[in-house]
């Protein structure tokens, strides 16, 4: 008779899980098809592909956006739990010129409430990682300080260096980070705090740190974005194409060799979002 397997320990998540949303966004793992195509047809094909139906309004507010995107400090978050947090540092990130947001997910599934973040994910680079030691790893790989936040912290944001590329990592609204992930960090860090209350909420402690500390990168840098003419070129291919609706299918159709002509009618602008 064969024995019974004794128990096996599993990871608890750190707070229940929320029940998945229908109407959560929840963010890929890896590239899309629309990355795909400029991968293999080249952002120069795909732009000239898709020029003829961005208007020349959109296209400068396109460029305007793109010359202020700053890559060189991103927010990462830990186990979020809260559909609109999660959709609130994305909305915020987005609203301040941010390329990038990583998303860990040790415990818990990153989700964003869409009717939050109205569709402003789609012009970021959101990254998901199962566990914070990878995340932070390709972070220091990419040149970046990384540095927890936590209400206690002695050291305060207001005296990091920002001198070079900066992440900084928020915590779960229940049970903060765990001491693994700021172990793997260089260092913690906190957000001044004067009255009676302990912690900020979540979503208002990264919009306060990421403000400040893009706020300081710009003012370092003497620039108000940093992308490389490369990321702009490529990023700028892929805004046209979110802007087009049915633009990979359109683009996939002119390279199969059916005439512009046949094809032209079907695409349309999309709004804003
Ligand atoms: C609601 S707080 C979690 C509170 C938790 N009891 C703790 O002590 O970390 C959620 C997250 O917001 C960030 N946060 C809140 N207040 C902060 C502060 N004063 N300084 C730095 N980070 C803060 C941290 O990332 C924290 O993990």
Redesign the pocket.
């Known amino acids: 008779m064969r024995k019974a397997r004794p128990p096996q320990p599993s990871p608890a998540p750190r707070a229940p899980a929320p029940a998945d949303d229908p109407d959560a966004v929840v963010v890929p793992r890896g590239p899309d098809a629309i990355d795909r195509m400029i991968a293999r047809l080249g952002p120069d094909a795909v732009i000239a592909a898709l020029a003829p139906y961005v208007t020349a309004e959109r296209a400068a507010r396109i460029d305007a956006v793109l010359a202020a995107r700053l890559a060189s400090v991103v927010g990462v978050v830990e186990d979020v739990y809260d559909p609109f947090n999660g959709a609130a540092v994305i909305r915020t990130s987005e609203a301040l010129g941010l390329h990038g947001l990583h998303v860990i997910e040790t415990g818990l599934r990153f989700q964003a409430a869409k009717g939050i973040t109205r569709g402003c994910h789609r012009w970021m680079q959101l990254e998901r990682w199962p566990g914070a030691a990878a995340c932070v790893d390709a972070l220091h790989a990419r040149g970046f300080a990384v540095y927890?936040?936590?209400?206690?912290?002695t050291h305060q944001?207001d005296t990091v260096d920002v001198s070079r590329p900066i992440a900084v990592?928020?915590?779960?609204?229940?049970?903060?980070?765990p001491a693994a992930t700021v172990a793997a960090c260089d260092g913690a860090?906190?957000?001044?705090?004067h009255g009676f209350t302990?912690?900020?909420?979540?979503s208002?402690?990264?919009a306060l740190?990421l403000a400040q500390l893009a706020s300081r990168r710009r003012a370092h840098l003497g620039a108000i974005g940093d992308l490389t003419p490369t990321q702009i070129h490529t990023l700028r291919a892929r805004w046209f194409a979110l802007k087009v609706r049915g633009a990979v299918g359109m683009i996939e159709r002119i390279v199969a060799g059916e005439t512009h002509a046949s094809v032209a009618t079907q695409p349309h602008s999309r709004d804003n979002p």
């Open positions: 927890a936040t936590a209400p206690g912290a944001i990592v928020f915590g779960n609204e229940h049970a903060g980070l860090i906190s957000l001044p705090m302990q912690s900020f909420n979540l208002v402690s990264a740190a």
